[in-house]
T-cell receptor, first 111, second 114 residues
């Protein structure tokens, strides 16, 4: 009964392709996030989103876009994939002022 | 520009002894600090947090100390157990941000040997 689940766990794709990573949380949290862990192991926030506001880290290329069909889901769409997009992507959620819960991560490899 | 720094990439400790993981931050923009633990192929899991107005928070075997004047915090694990072997991330929450809007350090890999 996973609290924050992401699919797929592994994703290998060619440069130039468009791909999506799905995230779902069953905790009833108001806010969801996407983080990227790069090859240097830094975990950096990409987006935070609740039903009122999307906050985008200014360093994130506009090829990345979050889409939230409802409060329990925040999917990540990536257009025109590049080699440098290879990383582990983590979804997370939190209730306002509550601690964040993370998904298990999606390892994206662009070849 | 690293705002949260964990300068030790790894730490090895004998079972039963104390593990001390260190973290430094570069400015005073954080109102909360958190420690997360991460096993391979899993997401980070919350361990313990401390408000910037406190200097100590304890939860079982885990204690976090905050020294604001030195911009330094540390996580103490006593006694260390083999199951504690994982990567530990220190994170700061900017003022006004929700708990998931965090700035992470690079992590310290702790190995607890039986």
């Amino acid at each position: 009964d996973t609290a924050v689940s992401q699919t797929p766990k592994y994703l290998v794709t060619q440069m130039g392709n468009d791909k999506s990573i799905k995230c779902e949380q069953n905790l009833g949290h108001d806010t969801m996030y996407w983080y990227k862990q790069d090859s240097k192991k830094f975990l950096k926030i990409m987006f935070s989103y609740n039903n009122k506001e999307l906050i985008i880290n200014e360093t994130v290329p506009n090829r990345f876009s979050p889409k939230s069909p409802d409060k329990a889901h925040l999917n990540l769409h990536i257009n025109s994939l590049e080699l440098g997009d290879s990383a582990v992507y983590f979804c997370a959620s939190s209730q306002d002022r509550g601690k964040a819960f993370f998904g298990q991560g999606t390892r994206l490899t662009v070849v | 520009d690293q705002q949260v720094k964990q300068n030790s990439p790894s730490l090895s400790v004998q079972e039963g002894r104390i593990s001390i993981l260190n973290c430094d931050y570069t400015n005073s923009m954080f109102d909360y600090f958190l420690w997360y633990k991460k096993y391979p192929a899993e997401g980070p899991t919350f361990l313990i947090s401390i408000s910037s107005i406190k200097d100590k928070n304890e939860d079982g075997r885990f204690t976090v100390f905050l020294n604001k004047s030195a911009k330094h915090l540390s996580l103490h694990i006593v006694p260390s157990q083999p199951g504690d072997s994982a990567v530990y991330f220190c994170a700061g929450r900017p003022y006004g941000g929700s708990q998931g809007n965090l700035i992470f350090g690079k992590g310290t890999k702790l190995s607890v040997k039986p």
